[in-house]
């Protein structure tokens, strides 16, 4: 089983739709979790940390789930411009060791 | 100005060439990383540096060396380049006094090996 694994899509979706994306982490030790997001060629920009007690920014909202090992990304109101690839990380602290998912893939259509 | 840099952003060179590849970071983040992504996959550390005079081998070195210049700088050097080191470098940073350790990335090198 892979440390942590995503669905790689892609979720095509119209604008203005919900979407969520799910990952599994297999580690039950790791306290770090985040989203990442990549475009096409570029580098991982950091789109939120998950607390544990979920968070919200703006269209975006995290959650873990400890007992059942995933984090969730919620993406309302979906744009164009959130057309990427949505990469789940996860970490122990106190080690080097990032986990990364390979990706979801989401296009969201005109 | 960018806070994590990355020279170059692109280079092909063939195979058996030594390569060096640079990175600065004006975050003043001690910890640095360097990773490379190939279609499909994750992300694989090549090389971790908790500080100046702490560097270690991350999964997959073999075929690499780093050197951490200073806290602001660490660079990746193929030694003698080969076509499966054709891939897009990342290096990354974060703060050890950060309670989330959240990383930061550099923009990218595209290497190819022919």
């Known amino acids: 089983r892979k440390e942590v694994e995503q669905d790689p899509g892609p979720f095509n979706v119209p604008e203005g739709a919900t979407v969520a994306f799910n990952c599994t982490y297999s580690n039950s030790a790791s306290q770090s979790f985040f989203w990442y997001r990549q475009d096409c060629r570029k580098e991982p920009k950091l789109l939120m940390s998950v607390y544990s007690s979920g968070n919200e920014d703006g269209r975006f909202t995290a959650q873990l789930n400890r007992a059942s090992q995933y984090i969730s990304l919620l993406i309302r109101d979906s744009k164009l411009s959130d057309s990427a690839t949505y990469l789940c990380?996860?970490?122990?602290?106190?080690?080097?060791?990032?986990?990364f998912g390979t990706g979801t893939r989401l296009k969201v259509l005109a | 100005d960018a806070d994590v840099t990355q020279t170059p952003r692109n280079r092909i060179t063939k195979t058996g060439k030594r390569i060096m590849l640079e990175c600065s970071q004006t975050?003043?983040?001690?910890?640095m990383y360097w990773y490379r992504q190939d279609p499909g996959l994750g992300l694989q550390l090549i090389y971790y540096s908790f500080d100046v005079k702490d560097i270690n081998k991350g999964e997959i070195s073999d075929g690499y060396s780093v050197s951490r210049q200073a806290q602001a700088k660490f660079s990746l050097s193929l030694e003698s380049a080969i076509p499966n080191q054709t891939a897009l470098y990342f290096c990354?940073?974060?703060?050890?006094?950060?309670?989330?350790?959240?990383?930061?990335f550099g923009p990218g090198t595209r290497l190819t090996v022919l």
């Open positions: 990380v996860v970490n122990t602290p106190g080690t080097y060791k990032y986990i």
């Open positions: 990354a940073t974060s703060d050890s006094r950060d309670n989330y350790n959240e990383q930061f």
């Open positions: 975050k003043g983040h001690d910890r």
